[in-house]
């Protein structure tokens, strides 16, 4: 059982498409981060949300702690985007982080 | 810039042999965490400390153990490497509920 999933797994946009990956969680939280991580494996934490909505550059995220469900959005979307962009939560009982599988996200120019 | 080191980018290694991995975090933060990464599965934790000389173990526990002597580092050990734990290992480390600081990973492999 995964206590994380995201959606969808793999995604292929054309360059400035916009893009929505998805995260739905079954347990109580402290804290929902999006992780993005490179080919090589370096991962860079993008947000730290509790409640409703982040900005940075175009980057958005946003979570609904009563539907247990956050969304990563990127507008304009750029090749240098692609990567995987993991969606991860903090327990709100201790200090597990549980970790989604990952979206693969490629842009074509 | 705050960071988190992780001693080897790749490292081979034979079956049966003992493996140390080591990461050391410049930040102060208290807690820290071993991951390891497997196509498919995503990032599974494997242990975490939240304090010097304190350990928990994670979801996959089995084959690991670790050492937390001094706030900074945290090491993980494989006392007979075997070829399933064959992964990308990532330690993290976080102060508080913060957001968790990733090392580089280290990809291992056992031959």
């Known amino acids: 059982k995964n206590e994380v999933e995201q959606s969808p797994q793999n995604l292929t946009a054309q360059e400035e498409e916009f893009i929505t990956i998805n995260c739905s969680y079954s347990?109580?939280?402290?804290?929902l981060h999006w992780l993005q991580q490179h080919p090589g494996g370096g991962i860079v934490s993008l947000f730290m949300?509790?409640?409703g909505k982040k900005k940075h550059g175009r980057l958005i995220a946003t979570i609904n702690i009563q539907e247990k469900h956050s969304s990563l959005h990127i507008t304009a979307s750029h090749p240098r985007d692609s990567a995987v962009y993991i969606c991860?939560?903090?327990?709100?009982?201790?200090?597990?982080?549980?970790f989604g599988t990952g979206t693969s996200l490629t842009v074509i120019p | 810039d705050v960071k988190v080191t992780q001693s080897s980018r790749y490292l081979v290694k034979r079956t049966g042999e003992k493996v140390f991995l080591e990461c050391v975090q410049d930040?102060?933060?208290?807690?820290m965490f071993w991951y390891r990464q497997d196509p498919g599965l995503g990032l599974r934790l494997i242990y975490f400390?939240?304090?010097?000389?304190?350990?928990e173990k994670g979801d996959i526990p089995e084959g690991y153990s670790v050492s937390r002597e001094k706030k900074e580092r945290f090491s993980l050990i494989l006392e007979s490497a075997s070829t399933n734990q064959t992964s990308m290992y990532l330690c993290?480390?976080?102060?508080?509920?913060?957001?968790?600081?990733f090392g580089s990973g280290t990809r291992l492999t056992v031959v």
């Open positions: 993290a480390s976080s102060l508080g509920t913060g957001v968790a600081t």
């Open positions: 930040m102060d933060h208290e807690n």
């Open positions: 991860a939560v903090r327990s709100a009982t201790g200090n597990q982080f549980y």
């Open positions: 400390s939240y304090d010097v000389k304190m350990k």
């Open positions: 347990v109580g939280i402290s804290a």
């Open positions: 949300l509790s409640s």
